[in-house]
């Protein structure tokens, strides 16, 4: 994901929504709320919340720093909100509000999302963090990362790497170091106690030879079953990518060949870990875009042929 300017906005939050089997972006939430809980309330998400929710996902994003976390009413529709973002250094935006906060602070948090069905977890790295490129060590850091879960208090953790020098090598040290990592974050926050998800770029996912060391096929081969699912981030990509249904759920372009959502659940990742990532307004994004009543037409495509997960935001969760 993207970092945010602090611009006011009519709630202190800029979030990333993930709605059903599949979508994510960035958003002024009263902005779009509505057509998010439209599609939540379509879509029968379930209300009492389990240790990790059961799909469809509806996934809030902010990295505003407010002093403040939102209110219940605000977030109402959501079953996950993310605290951004976890660097190296520590929480930044609103992963240093979050650690601000006193333990009485932080409880009474928890005890009213939990009761309201929304799990919180943090999103680690964000777009100005290069981990394989900086040299963090794999295990190192993902030992530091869940013990910051676990110290504060959360439920997990969304895993938002954007190592593109790394990736674009093609030698595997970008795939490598996130397999590495998520074994031992897995080792730490355990499968059924904790949320790991990963939010990749979807042309991580081409199939070879596009990428040299294997992409998040790879990735998803090697660790696939210790990630919950993956919020995937459909936008930025090319002005010509993902920006019509079947360029998003059928078939991608020759740039990102193979890269859409059913293409990528056709590769072996599977179809029920995929939520669809998208820009709540143009503003959100540099291209990627889809007005919400396209992409709610989209997304009922999409159920329609089986996809049961939701959308990622920017636009829904």
């Given amino acids: 994901m993207v970092h945010f300017s602090a611009t006011a906005l009519a709630v202190a939050t800029t979030v990333f929504s993930l709605f059903g089997s599949a979508a994510a972006g960035p958003l002024p939430l009263k902005e779009r709320l509505d ?27 902010a990295d505003k720093y407010s002093g403040t976390e939102p209110a219940i ?12 973002f976890l660097e190296q250094y520590g929480g930044a ?8 906060f006193t333990a009485d602070q932080r409880t009474q948090y928890l005890t009213e999302y939990h009761a309201a069905g929304i799990s919180l977890i943090v999103s680690a790295f964000g777009s100005t963090e290069n981990p394989t ?8 850091t993902a030992d530091s990362v869940a013990s910051w879960v676990i110290q504060y ?27 590495s990592f998520t074994k031992e974050l897995r080792n730490k926050l355990p499968t059924g106690q904790y949320i790991v998800t990963h939010a990749p770029v979807a042309p991580w996912f081409s199939p070879a030879p596009k990428w040299g ?20 981030q459909f936008y930025n990509q090319g002005t010509s990518e993902y920006t019509t249904c079947d360029g998003l759920l059928t078939e991608s372009t020759s740039a990102w060949p193979k890269s ?27 291209n990627g875009y ?13 159920h329609a042929k089986g996809w049961s997960e939701c959308f990622s935001s920017s636009l829904c969760d």
Avoid: M
Avoid at 93 to 100: K, L, T
């Fill in 133 to 140: 490129s900086s040299g963090y060590d794999p295990v190192a």
């Fill in 260 to 286: 859409s959502l059913f293409e990528i659940a056709a590769s072996g990742v599977d179809q029920d870990k995929l939520i669809i990532g998208k820009p709540g307004t143009t503003a959100d994004a540099n």
């Fill in 35 to 61: 057509n998010f809980l439209a599609a939540r309330k379509a879509s029968g998400a379930p209300a009492k919340r389990a240790t990790v929710p059961s799909a469809p996902h509806f996934v809030v994003y």
């Fill in 93 to 100: 935006d609103d992963a240093q509000v979050w650690a601000g």
């Fill in 213 to 232: 060391g294997g992409g998040y096929l790879k990735v998803d081969q090697e660790v696939g079953d210790l990630i919950d699912w993956y919020n995937l």
């Fill in 290 to 302: 889809i007005d919400p009543a396209t992409l709610a037409g989209c997304v009922s495509q999409a």
């Fill in 73 to 84: 009413s605000d977030i109402s529709g959501f079953n996950v909100f993310a605290l951004a």
């Fill in 153 to 179: 208090g959360l439920d997990g953790v969304d895993v938002d790497y954007e190592d593109f020098t790394a990736f674009n090598k093609g030698d595997g040290s970008a795939e490598n170091w996130l397999i």
